[in-house]
């Protein structure tokens, strides 16, 4: 069918939009470095500051540090899958508690004008603040044999953030459907949770698929400030902090915990366009909201 | 194309409306009597349209009988039961102005979304909307999306649905309000043909005189501030036919209509002109 050639060139085209996206970058970066040895800018462009692109790609197979079997490439990796199933988790719990969230508020208008303050005031408490201390909470608590461990503080911080977007966005949709199908409803004598499976949820797709896009970035946002600001080992975000300390030796090891980051980001988004084309597809191409 | 309204029977009382007032906003500044003291009987197979201008409670109406909104006094009978009862029991089907299709349903699953609420199992499901799709002429479009169709051609499919679970009532609000003419008069005469084949009473509302004429045996005129039945004008155009509509006998109709609207018009510019219709 034509639709679903449009759409498959549709996406080829906007993977094309993201490598030259990536290339402008890079060609800008270079030509920074060139106009810092013409002109004083108010920047370093040195190699120190700011190494080549191939300089930096060049440290992928270094070891990570002088005499280890393990490469930097292979450091990133493994700490960038670390994050990404932390963020994972987040996102999970998050979009689990936003949905709950969304499906109370919309059906008791009290839970509504009484949470929905909550919700939002939550979201302006600065997460820099928050990460001690929840870490610091956290460590208190243990449920019999399993002990807190400062990795669900991260899970924790990104759901934190996760939850938002999604609770708000899904409100919204729950409540999208028009006064005349919910009159079809009740003239079917559909039960509430009837009407909640058979036409809120399916209605709030399109405004679901937004808000999964805004908390998985959130999540992965959350995972690596997370992880910086508690110091747990082993994800992205701590390595990241560890690089940059040594830039003065290998100044663009630092650059491939950043290529590290962009992934981890990337590859949600991919997820969640693969997951947008699955829930939207018997939706009209457009005409949504 | 014949329509034999004489064949359909006329037995039986299907709904049965006494006394019924409704008040909007009770006690306020802004209080509307939508409805007052309003008597109604309507028998079984009989078609009846409800007319009126805006505010004349012809919609309030319509969604008491469906048990969509309250009311505040007098009794209402939809086969013989409360309101509330025949729509627990599935009595009646509706169909809006807006065909209010599911889009992440294809069209049969449109019209199965009623027998999916009412526990029909899955091939009671599948062989009742081939047939409601056969009947309402659009066989070759049941794995369309809803979005893919033409705005007459959704309202087929609305009103297929109203008939899923083959209730005895069929309750229609202004279903044709938003089709061009050519489509709306091909629609009045696929619905007189329905009716035929099924024997369904239907309360059909309406701002059009004519739409009201060529499809009822009986047209309700009303009135608002405060809404109210202000005529009965029965129709006799027997058969329906190709001349039907530019016969004397439709014109006669179309004027008691009319007159009756005017009779109780207080601004003084009729009912046609909320629309445009003649």
């Known amino acids: 069918m034509s639709s679903t050639r449009d759409r498959i060139s549709k996406g080829t085209l906007s993977l094309l939009w993201v490598f030259a996206g990536i290339a402008l970058i890079a060609i800008m970066w270079e030509l920074t470095k060139v106009l810092g040895t013409l002109i004083d800018l108010p920047f370093n462009t040195s190699d120190q500051a700011m190494p080549h692109i191939w300089t930096m790609f060049a440290a992928f197979p270094l070891p990570e540090v002088r005499g280890s079997d393990t490469t930097v490439f292979e450091a990133v990796l493994a700490a960038t899958t670390s994050s990404l199933m932390l963020a994972l988790g987040g996102f999970v719990i998050g979009v689990t508690v936003g949905l709950l969230l969304a499906v109370v508020m919309q059906r008791f208008l009290f839970f509504e004008r009484g949470l929905l303050p909550f919700v939002i005031a939550s979201q302006t408490v600065p997460l820099i603040a928050l990460a001690p201390l929840i870490v610091g909470i956290g460590n208190q608590i243990s449920f019999g044999p399993i002990q807190w461990s400062t990795t669900y503080s991260v899970m924790f911080i990104a759901a934190y953030l996760a939850f938002f977007p999604l609770s708000i966005g899904a409100l919204r949709g729950l409540q999208a459907p028009t006064p005349t199908s919910l009159e079809l409803m009740r003239s079917y004598a559909a039960t509430n949770n009837k009407v909640l499976w058979k036409l809120r949820f399916p209605a709030s797709i399109p405004y679901l698929v937004p808000a999964l896009k805004v908390s998985a970035a959130a999540s992965v946002v959350g995972t690596v400030v997370a992880e910086i600001s508690t110091g747990v080992r082993g994800g992205i975000g701590r390595l990241m902090v560890e690089y940059a300390r040594e830039t003065t030796s290998q100044p663009a090891k630092v650059y491939v915990a950043v290529f590290g980051a962009i992934a981890l980001g990337l590859v949600v988004a991919a997820a969640i366009a693969a997951v947008d084309a699955l829930m939207t597809r018997n939706f009209p191409k457009k005409g949504i909201v | ?278």
């Not at chain 2, 028998?43 to 009846?48: A, D, L, R, S, Y």
């Not at chain 2, 081939?130 to 070759?140: G, N, R, T, Y």
């Not at chain 2, 309000?177 to 619905?191: P, S």
Request: proline share 4%; hydrophobic share 40%; with cysteine.
């Open chain 2, 1 to 278: 194309m014949t329509m034999i309204h004489d064949k359909v029977q006329n037995t039986g009382s299907a709904l049965a409306i006494s006394g019924v007032s409704k008040v909007f906003n009770k006690g306020n500044d802004n209080e509307v009597v939508a409805l007052s003291d309003v008597n109604l009987d309507v028998h079984t197979g009989e078609f009846i349209s409800l007319i009126g201008p805006s505010g004349c409670g012809k919609s309030t109406l319509l969604r008491v009988i469906g048990d969509l909104t309250g009311f505040d006094s007098g009794t209402v009978q939809v086969s013989g039961k409360t309101p509330e009862d025949a729509r627990k029991e599935r009595l009646y089907g509706i169909a809006f102005q807006q065909a209010a299709l599911f889009d992440w349903r294809s069209v049969s699953k449109n019209i199965e979304l009623p027998l999916e609420l009412a526990g029909w199992d899955k091939s009671a499901r599948e062989t009742r909307s081939a047939e409601l799709l056969d009947m309402v002429q659009l066989s070759d479009f049941g794995t369309h999306r809803p979005w893919e169709l033409s705005g007459g051609m959704q309202q087929r499919v609305a009103i297929a649905r109203s008939l899923a679970v083959d209730p005895p009532l069929l309750l229609m609000d202004e279903p044709f309000g938003a089709l061009d003419e050519m489509t709306r008069e091909r629609m009045q005469n696929e619905l007189l043909r329905i009716r035929l084949e099924t024997g369904k009473t239907i309360v059909f509302v309406t701002h059009s005189i004519p739409e009201a004429v060529y499809l009822s045996d009986r047209v309700v005129v009303m009135s608002p501030r405060p809404g109210r039945i202000t005529a009965e004008i029965s129709v006799n155009l027997g058969d329906r036919t190709e001349i039907t509509r530019e016969s004397d006998n439709f014109f006669h109709s179309v004027t008691a209509v009319r007159e009756a609207l005017r009779l109780h018009d207080t601004s003084g510019s009729g009912v046609s002109s909320h629309r445009g219709e003649i």
